[in-house]
């Protein structure tokens, strides 16, 4: 089944950034989308961004647009989610995990990303912001 795994998170106060890494495989990249959500203590996931890095296309939920970006790296087999301007809401576990597709829909909020996730989300790691 497959499963990708995540890296970068940490403790950072509010305003600060973070980088988030999504370790799959060139082939991945080149053949699924890729999906970050995050899910707080107490509340149900949410997927916060998507990209077809083989289409080029990109989305994000309207809690994180303008302050994150997606971007993935095929070579590397890697995707990543850079965090800026971080605000204390956005504690949480953040996950990643293939798609079949990447399109609004994913992130208009919900669980309508795990519904076209292709194996099963990663272990996640830990964001907090926090002063």
């Known amino acids: 089944q497959m499963q990708l795994v995540e890296s970068g998170g940490g403790l950072v106060q509010p305003g600060g950034s973070l980088r988030l890494s999504c370790a799959a495989s060139p082939f991945t990249l080149s053949n699924y989308a890729i999906g970050w959500s995050r899910q707080a203590p107490g509340k149900e996931r949410e997927g916060i961004s998507c990209i077809s890095t083989s289409g080029g296309s990109t989305n994000y939920a309207n809690s994180v647009k303008g302050r994150f970006t997606i971007s993935g790296d095929i070579a590397r087999g890697t995707v990543y989610l850079q965090m800026n301007s971080l605000k204390p809401e956005d504690t949480a576990i953040y996950y990643c995990?293939?798609?079949?597709?990447?399109?609004?829909?994913?992130?208009?909020?919900?669980?309508?990303?795990?519904?076209?996730?292709?194996?099963?989300w990663g272990q996640g790691t830990q964001v907090t912001v926090s002063s």
């Open positions: 995990a293939a798609l079949t597709f990447c399109s609004p829909a994913l992130t208009g909020g919900g669980s309508t990303m795990s519904q076209v996730v292709f194996g099963s």
